[in-house]
C-alpha cells in the first residue's frame, strides 16, 4: 500500500463516521414516532400559554393560589419569556425524558430486531464507532427535544404575553437579551441533564434484541428512578439518581448565578454517562449479532 493510501485511509474513516452520523440522524428525526413525540412536546408551552391567559384573563394570578402547577407559573403573565421555564419545568420529570427513553432503547435494540443491525456491522467503522455513533445521535436528539420545548414556550410567550426585562429569583431585573441568553443556557443544560439518562438508554438497547422491550424496559427504569426520589424515606439514594438534580437549572435565573447544584447535577450525569457508557460499550462489542 503506498503512502497516499495510508494517508487517504483515516480520512475515508472519518468521512464514513461523519456519514453514518448524518444518516442516523436523519433516520431518527424522520421516524413518524418520533415526530409525534417532538410534536407534543411543542404543544405542551403552548397549552400551558393558553390556560395561563385564559385563567388571567379577568386579571387574577396565574395557578391556584397564585402558586400552583409548574416553576415559574404565576410570572408568565407578566413576561412571556417565562413560558420558556415553565415549560421546561413541566415537561422535564416525565415528557422530555420519555422521547429521549423512546430513541435511546430504540437506538441498538431497534436495528437488531429490525435485521439491520447486522448489516451496519459489515461496514468499516466497527462496533465501537457504530456505537459512539448511535450515542452521539440520541445526545443530539436530546439537545432538539429541548430546543423544541423552548422555541415553542418563546414563540408562545412572546404572542400571548407582554415580553422585555425579567426579574429574576434573586429580585434583581435584567434586560431582555440577557433572559434570551440564560434560556438557551438553561435549554443547553437541560439537553446535557439527560445525558446519563440516554446512556443508561443505550446500555439497556444493547442487552435486547426487541426494540419494544428496550424502550419499555428504559421508560421503566425512568419511572422506577422518579419514584424513589420522591420516597422521603429514600433521601439517602436520592442524590445518586439521575433525575435528583435535573430542577437544579433554576438556578441559572439566580442574579448571581449559584452553580453549586448545577455542576454537581452534570457530574452525576458524568458518572452514568461513563459507567453505563462502558457497559454499553463492553456488552456491545461482544454481543453475538445473529439478526
Known amino acids: ?37 417532538l410534536g407534543v412536546l411543542a404543544a405542551v408551552p403552548v397549552l400551558i400559554g393558553i390556560a395561563v391567559r385564559i385563567e388571567t384573563g379577568d386579571g387574577s394570578p396565574a395557578g391556584p393560589g397564585g402558586g400552583g402547577g409548574p416553576a415559574f407559573l404565576s410570572q408568565v403573565s407578566h413576561n412571556g419569556l417565562f413560558l420558556v421555564f415553565a415549560a421546561l ?44 455513533t448511535k450515542y452521539t445521535s440520541v445526545l443530539v436528539f436530546c439537545l432538539v427535544a429541548t430546543l423544541v420545548v423552548a422555541v415553542s414556550g418563546l414563540v408562545a410567550g412572546a ?34 441533564s439527560l445525558s446519563g439518562f440516554a446512556a443508561l438508554g443505550l446500555f439497556v438497547s444493547t442487552l435486547t434484541d426487541s426494540g ?44 448571581p448565578v449559584y452553580w453549586d447544584e448545577i455542576v454537581r447535577n452534570l457530574g452525576v450525569q458524568a458518572v452514568y454517562v ?5 457497559a454499553a460499550w463492553a456488552r456491545f462489542t461482544t454481543k453475538d449479532i445473529t439478526v
Not at 274 to 278: D, L, M, Q, Y
Open 89 to 132: 419545568s413541566a415537561t422535564l420529570p416525565v415528557f422530555l425524558p420519555l422521547t429521549v427513553g423512546v430513541v435511546a432503547g430504540d437506538s441498538v435494540a431497534g436495528e437488531a430486531s429490525a435485521g439491520t443491525l447486522r448489516y451496519l456491522l459489515v461496514a468499516p467503522a466497527g462496533r465501537s464507532r457504530l456505537l459512539l
Open 274 to 278: 461513563a459507567v453505563f457508557g462502558s
Open 1 to 37: 500500500m503506498s503512502r497516499a493510501d495510508l494517508t487517504a485511509a483515516p480520512e475515508r474513516r472519518v468521512l464514513w463516521t461523519f456519514g453514518l452520523l448524518g444518516s442516523e440522524l436523519t433516520t431518527v428525526l424522520r421516524r413518524g414516532r418520533t415526530l409525534a413525540l
Open 159 to 192: 404572542l400571548l404575553f407582554p415580553v422585555g426585562e425579567m426579574t429574576t429569583i434573586s429580585g434583581t431585573r435584567i434586560g431582555l437579551g440577557e433572559g434570551l441568553s440564560r434560556a438557551g443556557l438553561i435549554a443547553l443544560v437541560v439537553a446535557v
Open 212 to 255: 419494544i422491550a428496550a424502550m419499555a424496559a428504559t421508560v421503566g427504569v425512568l419511572i422506577t428512578a422518579q419514584i424513589v426520589d420522591g420516597i422521603p424515606q429514600l433521601d439517602a439514594v436520592g442524590p445518586y439518581l439521575f433525575p435528583h438534580l435535573w430542577m437544579s437549572f433554576t438556578d441559572l435565573l439566580r442574579a
